[in-house]
């Protein structure tokens, strides 16, 4: 499987989680994460896929193209408060997108993964960027791992807020995005803690987390 394979796979299986019918019931009320809604997390689910089609159809611009833990560094999202402007963009932008109603979101959410099936596997591995980053893109098939971990992560977020069980991902899927984690922990905090978090109960530290 390719990176754009899994990317695809995984947009499916998150947006079968999006369509249940729990997730309607629940539309209003708060997620599982602090500040956000059920509402707003899957619109910001949706924010994976939406875009994409426009990044990979637009001139390739002359902005540096870094490493996607260069990406990460640079955006330093991860040390950033829940409270912070850029965490208050993100909860606003999945708002604006949830604004549509659960079905329309789910609806546009599947005609855009319908044409990304057709476009995705042939498409050079050209720089892309998010209009909200800094000046700077990152390859296609890197942009997608993080996508792979958003849509891994968030569906947990969504399965939890509304009562379901966490949707089962390809086990390719799943290394794929625990190596990034894993690298992006590694950031955080000493290599020795992951070691021991993986290997040794007795010694292992209480918070490991990525961001």
């Not at 999006?18 to 997390?41: C, I, Y």
């Not at 896929?49 to 426009?54: A, H, Y």
């Not at 909860?91 to 546009?108: F, P, S």
């Not at 050079?124 to 996508?147: I, K, T």
């Amino acid at each position: 499987m390719t990176i754009r394979e899994d990317f695809l796979a995984t947009a499916r299986i998150a947006l079968e989680l999006m369509r249940h019918q729990r997730v309607s019931e629940n539309w209003d009320k708060p997620s599982a994460l602090p500040e956000f809604g059920v509402s707003g997390l899957v619109g910001h689910i949706g924010y994976q896929v939406l875009p994409l089609p426009s990044m990979i159809s637009s001139p390739v611009g002359d902005e540096p193209v870094v490493s996607l833990m260069e990406h990460y560094a640079r955006a330093n999202w991860t040390e950033l408060e829940v409270d912070s402007d850029f965490h208050t963009r993100i909860r606003a932008g999945g708002e604006k997108i949830a604004a549509e109603g659960r079905d329309a979101v789910c609806d546009r959410f599947e005609q855009t993964l319908g044409e990304l099936e057709k476009t995705l596997p042939g498409q050079d591995n050209r720089p892309v960027r998010m209009p909200h980053w800094g000046p700077w893109a990152v390859p296609l098939d890197e942009y997608l791992v993080s996508r792979l971990m958003e849509f891994v992560v968030h569906s947990d977020d969504l399965a939890v807020s509304v009562g379901l069980d966490t949707p089962e991902f390809p086990r390719h899927v799943n290394e794929t995005v625990i190596d990034l984690l894993t690298r992006m922990s590694l950031n955080r905090h000493r290599a020795v803690d992951l070691v021991r978090a993986f290997s040794r109960k007795e010694r292992a530290p209480q918070d490991i987390t990525a961001f």
